[in-house]
Structure formats: C-alpha cells, structure tokens
C-alpha cells in the first residue's frame, strides 16, 4: 500500500483529552469503541458512544438466527457496557441524535424513555448510523422510513431484537411465512423459518433470486435447490398489496396478476438504504451514503467520520493515488468492510495522539479497498458462496481479455462459474452444492491467486473420486474468520495463552462474531488445539 498521504493544511491533528463521540452503537461501532476503550482509561481522551436503542452493541447479523430459535441473546452481545464504563466511556443508550451543530462542535440530544433534550460537545464526530430497511410502495403499508414503527402487526423487516421477538412467536406456532424479496437475508430467513416447519413463500420480482450475485443459469439451479428444501418461491412478479384482517394484522400478499399468497408473518427483504439524514442536515455531503474520502472523513477540518453501512467512500481529490477514478458505493450490508473501516481509524487515532507526542506527524498506510466480500448462503439443503463479477458465457469475448469457465449438473444440483482475468486470477466465482470447491476458490479470489492451467481441478474436493472428504489444509496464515480476518494462527495463540472455549476464544480473537458461518470451524479448532495443549 502507498504511504499516507501528507496531512491537510485545513484540518487539525487529533490531540490529547480531545472529546470523540460515537453516533450509534451497531457492530461496526462496537468495534471501534472497542479499539480506542484503552485511550479512554488512559485519560488520553473521552469517549461517548450514543445508540439509539435501549440495548447496548448486538451482532444483527445473528437477528435472524434468533428469530428462528437458532441463536440466543447472550451469543450475540459484542460489548459489556459495565467494561466500558469502567474504562470510562460514557454509554447513551436510548438516546437519539436530533441535530448536529458544526459551527458550534455541538450535538442535541433526545431521551428516548423521558423525552428530555439536552447538548451535548464533541471534538471529534464518528458517524455510524448504519442502514435503514427499505419499505416497499404497496397498499396497505406507508412507505415513509419514519413509519418503520408503525408498521401492521405481522410486517417486519428483521432488523432489530424488538422485531426478532415478533418473528419468534410466529415460528414458534410454525405460522406462514411469507418473504418479500430475494436476497441472500430474504434467503437465509426463508430457509431457516422452513427448517423451525414453517410453511415458506418467498416472492421475488426478477426472473430469478439473488438477481445481484447470480446470473440466469445459477439462479435457475439456486431456484431448484430451493424447492427441494421446501421454499415456494414466486419469482418474476410483483406485489401490489397488503392484505390485512379485521384487527390490522397481516393476512395475505396480493400480487399484480391478482393471486393472494397467504400468511401470518411478512418478512420485508428488500435491501436497505443508508441513514444520512443526520449528517446531511448537518451539511455534510451525502449520496448513496455520507460521502468520504478514503481517510473516512467526511468534512475539510477532519473532524467529522463516517464509518459502516452509512458511509459512501468516494475521493473527491483528483490528484489521489490512492483511489483514482474510485465509484461511490452503497450500503454492502456486510460487516467485515465495516469492521476494517473501524479498525482503520481507530489506528489513525492512536498514530495522530502518538505523533503528537512525539512532535512528529501520523504516517499510516490509507484504508484500501480488498477483494470484494463473498456472498454466502448455507442451509441443510442448500450451500452457495459467490463474488464479484458472474456475468458473461464462455463462449463470448471479454471486454479485458478474460474469459468464462462454467460447470452445471441440473440432476446433482450443482454449478459452478469462474470468471477469470487475463492473468487468470478471479474477477469472480458463483459455487452452489459443492461447499468443498467453493472454500478452495473462494482462497484463490481472496488471496488474488491465479486459477490451475486445468480449472476443474477446483472441482475434485467434490467429485465422486475425492475419496474421504478433507479439509483444506491451513498454515498459520490462513484466515478461518473472513468477517474478522482471524487467522489459524490467531486461535492458535489465544488456546496456547490459556483459552480453552469457544466464548474465550471469541472475547480474545473476535472469531465468529460477524455472520457466524465459521462458528463450527472455529469449535472445532479450539476443540482441536486445545486437548493438544
């Protein structure tokens, strides 16, 4: 990676006993008040965190499992409230942001339980407000963000705990379920309310689902794998109305050409869209999220970051060597990229005080862009993992010289697509029912290694003659947990240093603490490593 870039003229490096307020309290906030706790219980500075809900810092990737009965409470917390305070950051739970005042360095404050509005300072401003759920435009529902709150009993969007309870009592009496979108978190809450023995209808406007990630070949396959697991899905049409009973609740899904899909529960999945209300009535720029630079900050005098879902890293220096030419972006709605953003500025803070001190300046190599971030669907029945670019055949030319490698088996239900550079690294992959292929691929584009001369050597760890199926071998380098980007290593270290469970190795590495597809790995390791030691 480059050096950093030399610090601005207009702003001011970060100093000792400086006020750093944290604007929400998600997963990527919890991170990075995690990461910078240690400056607070030195003194260096203060810290206050302020969420918007009355529970503290959750993994709402988990949401859904908990919905579904397949994940409790106490797995998800990502932070101890009574540890912060000890350290000395000051927690606002239930507490909303109404107003930012940059002129003044000012924050209005609303209690959520009282009602009572206050202000508060800040020196430094951490923007993590995250994602909103999309609302459709349907009759019987107000599509206003604002309205979330008020939605019809049996219509949620699976957001937050207060929603999970609402779904748990649906599933828990096996109700129908019907899902509103085809995405991989439309997906994922489909497949697991159908194994809880849910009846299942997930309705999709394209012609096929996971649109984004897929393309028509791989989505008719995924289509097939998932009516073998028991989901109806309704795809190529769209909803126009939703039907409620007598007391307002959800009854039914009225589609265009007239059908009603019945059901007790309407799980909205639709994507979502970044909160930049606050900032941009602030001021601040705003697009597809709060616009940065690729140094997270989202104002000239640097004293204002976004970090997370509701940030859009878009440099606007043209002189950059950084990010050239670099295209704004949504809401990714995954986490690693979020947790990197945190990581990264809590380093640049860290370096800032240090040189400070030193009476030096921060050099800190920028916040890059990595491979991007696989798509994942795991269920009994059905395992699919995919990234980047999946269009193109392999009998078309590529605009860049590349070309397609793609493998489908209608009776077995697999199906794989490689999309390949000149240089023959992957620009892309959709793997689906073959779970061992697709984690030997899925290193290959992470690491932006180059595919064999023989592509469909990927494909034996799968194959009838694979024998007794082995895990990928791991060297200490290799990363088990992507969201965190724990190593083997890293767990190794933690067991040899006295953990000796899952939760120990969690509170010390963060493994499986984003969207806990490595949980069973990462038990096993410990497990592993453990009665070695």
């Not at 339980?113 to 459709?136: H, I, K, M, Q």
């Not at 309310?193 to 309705?203: H, I, K, L, Q, Y």
């Not at 994942?376 to 078309?396: F, I, N, T, Y």
């Not at 270290?493 to 190795?505: I, M």
Request: net charge neutral; glycine share 14%.
């Amino acid at each position: 990676m480059s050096p950093r870039r030399p610090t601005r003229s207009a702003g001011t490096p970060m100093r000792a006993g400086e006020h750093v307020v944290v604007i929400g309290f998600g997963p990527v906030a919890a991170r990075f008040v995690d990461d910078v706790a240690e400056l607070a219980a030195a003194g260096t500075i203060r810290l206050t965190v302020i969420g918007g809900e009355a529970d503290p810092a959750y993994n709402r990737v988990l949401v859904g499992e908990h919905a579904m009965g397949r994940a409790e409470r106490a797995t998800m917390a990502l932070t101890d409230p009574e540890h912060l305070a000890r350290s000395g950051v000051d927690v606002l739970l239930g507490t909303e942001v109404t107003r930012i005042d940059r002129s003044r360095r000012i924050l209005r404050l609303t209690d959520g339980p009282t009602g009572e509005t206050r202000e508060l300072g800040y020196d430094r401003l951490v923007l993590a407000t995250g994602a909103r759920p999309n609302l459709p435009v349907l009759r019987g529902l107000n599509p206003d963000p604002g309205a979330y709150a008020h939605l019809p009993a049996g219509v949620t969007a699976l957001r937050d705990l207060r929603d999970a309870r609402a779904v748990r009592a649906v599933v828990a009496r096996r109700g129908r379920v019907v899902v509103l979108g085809g995405g991989v978190l439309g997906l994922e809450a489909a497949l697991a309310a159908r194994e809880a023995g849910c009846p299942v209808t997930v309705v999709h406007h394209a012609p096929w689902v996971l649109t984004r990630s897929l393309d028509a070949a791989g989505g008719a396959l995924l289509g097939r794998a998932l009516a073998a697991a028991g989901v109806e899905v309704v795809s190529g049409t769209q909803a126009r109305e939703v039907a409620l009973g007598g007391d307002r609740s959800f009854r039914g899904l009225v589609l265009q050409d007239g059908r009603t899909v019945p059901g007790e529960l309407l799980l909205l999945s639709i994507g979502v869209t970044a909160r930049t209300e606050l900032a941009a009535g602030a001021g601040l720029r705003t697009a597809r999220g709060i616009v940065v630079d690729h140094e997270l900050e989202a104002d000239v005098e640097r004293r204002v970051f976004a970090i997370g879902d509701c940030a859009e890293v878009l440099c606007q220096d043209p002189s950059c060597r950084v990010c050239p030419g670099r295209d704004g972006m949504g809401p990714s709605g995954l986490i690693g990229p979020g947790w990197r953003q945190a990581e990264w500025l809590a380093a640049r803070f860290r370096a800032e005080l240090e040189a400070v001190a030193d009476g030096g300046t921060a050099v800190l190599a920028p916040l890059t862009e990595g491979p991007a971030g696989a798509v994942r669907l795991k269920a009994h029945q059905v395992e699919l993992a995919c990234a980047g670019e999946v269009g193109g055949l392999p009998w078309d030319s590529r605009p860049d010289g590349g070309s397609v490698v793609q493998w489908a088996d209608g009776d077995a239900g697999t199906y794989a697509k490689l999309v390949l550079r000149p240089d023959r690294t992957l620009a892309g992959y959709a793997v689906l029912g073959l779970p061992r292929s697709a984690a030997g691929i899925g290193l290959l584009h992470d690491r932006g290694e180059p595919v064999p001369e023989d592509p469909s050597m990927l494909l034996r760890p799968d194959g009838p003659d694979a024998g007794t199926p082995q895990e990928t071998p791991m060297t200490p380098g290799s990363t088990v947990c992507h969201c965190a980007g724990v190593t083997l290593g890293r767990i190794t270290e933690a067991v040899g240093q006295g953990a000796t469970t899952l939760e120990e190795v969690r509170c010390a590495t963060r493994a499986s603490t984003g969207c806990g597809g490595c949980r069973d790995t990462v038990r096993r390791l410990v497990e592993e490593h453990a009665a070695a030691a």
